[in-house]
């Protein structure tokens, strides 16, 4: 085995791998894998140091392995040793990692892209109905024995009055507003327009008209509201003129707001409160992006004015911490970051992964690189 071994390139595992165990194995077979001991980013920067992960090519990380390495930011990414090459992330959202630090010192970077749509879509759409039709407080108000005022005897004494949540809203004909249409915004388009009837208008910081072209071959149209001209060159670029008229009209359009657009510094808190005070009144928003394209307290005063009447939330700006103005408000529907968790979906973000793993060690070269570093493929 020692001289087979040794010639095998290494490659450091953050994380554990769950699902693609085939994959994994097959993977094994072409590398050496090295697993960090450190249990803590402290420690885990002095086993780097040390030259424990020393002559590892690539770094397979999945996103829980933040609560042991920390973000990948510029302290990270330097204390890494210089032959490692590539981050290989699982996941669509790569906002832990620092591109620029990881470009400035040649690592490129991979994702999970499309693997994520249909299952973030679908957690969407839940969210999306969930808020309109305030289930959340329906629900709420069952489990606490509120629900039509509790048991008989109750009522009858007297002692409990009926509480029921607010009627909902129906999704048909109202409009959705996607900020972000990338894969997920696209499956989303297709669910609303198909189940729920709704009309669909999105903005990105360039009009996508490939996209808009394979919506409407599958019979959904969806309207771009990114500035006056038809000209994807001209509007919409970043910190536009473009950009700010169209969000400005997203914002003034909508009923319902899904926002599905990566976190980087230029998205942080993209709705805050001027973007609320923009906005319908009464306005239901699903957030499955990033927590933090929302300021999250901004959220919670527009949410108790009554200017934003609902929203649905899988993510957070600080997870696992929640805002307590989130969590006592009934008009709040939230899950704990689910959007891709299901057997099928975990499977296919890790065999993808995986295939950037096979692909960097057989070929030199990713099949997903982010986005920033196409031009280092
Ligand atoms: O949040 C999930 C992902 O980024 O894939």
Known sequence: ?????????????????????????????????????????????????????SSCLLAYRTFDSTSLTGPLDQTLISSLPPS???????????????????????????????????????????????????????????RSGEWRGGSKEEVEKGEKKTVMPVLGRDPRGKTLGILGMGGIGKCLARKVAGAFGMRVKYL????????????????????????????SDDEGKEGGNGFEEGL??????????????????QTRHIISHNEFALMKRGIVIINTARGAVMDESALVDALESGQVHSVGLD????????HPGL????????????GTWTVETETKMEEWAISNVRMAIEEGRLRSIVPEQRGMQ
């Open 84 to 142: 490692i090459k590539y981050i290989i992330h699982v996941g669509a959202g790569y906002d832990a990692i620092s591109i620029p630090a990881c470009s400035a010192r040649g690592i490129r970077v991979s994702n999970t892209p499309s693997a994520v749509d249909e299952a973030t879509a679908d957690c969407a759409l839940f969210l999306l109905l969930g808020a309109m039709r305030n289930f959340n407080a329906g629900m709420t108000a069952l």
């Open 248 to 265: 400005k009209r997203l914002l003034q359009e909508s009923d319902v707001l899904s926002l599905n657009l990566p976190l980087n510094p």
């Open 1 to 53: 085995m020692g001289s087979e071994e040794s010639q095998k390139p290494k490659i450091l595992l953050l994380g554990t791998i769950e699902h693609a165990h085939e994959a994994w194995r097959q993977i094994e077979a072409i590398a050496e894998v090295v697993k960090p001991v450190s249990t803590d980013r402290t420690s885990f920067l002095e086993e780097c140091a040390s030259g424990a992960f």
């Open 315 to 322: 993510v957070y700006e600080n997870e696992p911490e929640i």
């Open 327 to 338: 969590l006592a408000n009934p008009n709040v529907m939230l899950v704990p970051h689910m």
């Open 204 to 231: 990105n910081r360039k009009r996508d008209v490939e996209g808009e072209g394979e919506l409407r071959d599958s019979g959904v149209e969806v309207e771009w509201v990114g500035g006056t001209s038809e000209s």
